[in-house]
């Protein structure tokens, strides 16, 4: 079920809750948990991995980082003044 859950918190950090882009920076412990015969299954503890991050995510108050990038900016006019 370890596997299940890990899908689920994958899914929902690819998925992202801001605009939908990814989640970076990101740490997730699983504290317990319980197990039932009947009622557990790898696609409902795939479910509540995502519900619970979701919950997180929004309780933590993200923010969207916006891109680093470099620029160089060249004069290519040569002026004919003197």
């Not at 299940?4 to 929902?12: C, D, L, M, N």
């Not at 809750?17 to 696609?43: K, R």
Request: with cysteine.
């Amino acid at each position: 079920m370890i596997a299940a859950i890990s899908e689920g918190v994958h899914a929902s950090w690819q998925r992202g809750m801001l605009l939908h882009y990814p989640l970076e920076g990101v740490q997730v412990s699983i504290i317990d948990g319980s197990y039932d015969l009947l009622a557990s299954t790898p696609s409902a503890f795939r479910i509540c991995a995502l519900e619970a991050v979701g919950i997180a995510v929004k309780a933590a108050v993200p923010c969207l980082l916006e891109p680093m990038m470099s620029v160089e900016v060249r004069n290519m006019l040569i002026s004919s003044y003197t």
